[in-house]
């Protein structure tokens, strides 16, 4: 049982370049969220996904899409990278049961955005 | 608007004890979250109140006032691995968890 894993670990982008960030669950979880997170600020939702073909935006969506084809599977793409958007990102899961529903994280991707 | 405060950093000696405030305003309320971050690593869940009180888990307690919007997380025997972010999330009407900045928690020997 892996949890929450995410791909790459870090990468460098030159602007302008595009790029997918891949993140996987195997616990079952209806529910995933991509956040980013920078220094001295709180973690920001990007966008998320409440079930499988369903996405919806989150607080900071703007130069972000994401699918989520499979339940397992949740992908943020990237399409014309900025340096504004050198952050940690991090992928998150729950139950969807609301309330006391833990979230899990992934162990987040070191985007450097040149 | 929706806000969390909570104190960017605190130092406290090994063995003792720290309390660390969170204050929150939010757009309805379904529960609040306090979570631990190493450096460089993933938050990691620790506690959740939605009533009113104290939830004690070993050495970590948190507690929870709805009227006064605030919450506190207790750490007791402070331990040098207890050196991390902590992280204060309540929850929206929406079941949106609203992160504060966190809580740089420094353990000196």
């Known amino acids: 049982n892996a949890g929450v894993t995410q791909t790459p670990k870090f990468r460098v982008l030159k602007t302008g370049q595009s790029m997918t960030l891949l993140c996987a669950q195997d616990?079952?979880?209806?529910?995933m969220y991509w956040y980013r997170q920078d220094p001295g600020m709180g973690l920001r939702l990007i966008h998320y996904?409440?079930?499988?073909?369903?996405?919806a935006k989150g607080e900071v969506p703007d130069g972000y899409n994401v699918s989520r084809l499979k339940k397992q599977n949740f992908l943020l793409g990237l399409e014309s990278a900025a340096p504004s958007q050198t952050s940690v990102y991090f992928c998150?899961?729950?139950?969807?049961?609301?309330?006391?529903?833990?979230?899990?994280f992934g162990p987040g991707t070191r985007l450097t955005v040149l | 608007g929706q806000n969390i405060d909570q104190p960017t950093e605190m130092t406290a000696t090994e063995g003792a004890i720290v309390q660390i405030n969170c204050t929150y305003q939010?757009?309805?309320?379904?529960?609040l979250f306090w979570y631990q971050q190493h450096a460089g690593e993933a938050p990691t869940f620790l506690s959740y109140?939605?009533l009113d009180g104290l939830e004690e888990k070993g050495r970590f307690s948190s507690f929870l006032s709805r009227s006064k919007g605030y919450s506190y997380l207790l750490l007791k025997e402070l331990q040098m691995k207890d050196s991390a972010s902590y992280l204060c999330?309540?929850?929206?009407?929406?079941?949106?968890?609203?992160w504060g900045a966190g809580t740089k928690l420094i353990i000196k020997p």
């Open positions: 998150a899961s729950t139950l969807g049961e609301g309330g006391a529903d833990t979230q899990y």
């Open positions: 616990m079952n979880h209806e529910y």
């Open positions: 996904s409440v079930g499988e073909g369903t996405t």
């Open positions: 939010t757009s309805g309320f379904n529960g």
């Open positions: 109140n939605v």
């Open positions: 999330a309540p929850m929206d009407s929406n079941y949106q968890l609203i």
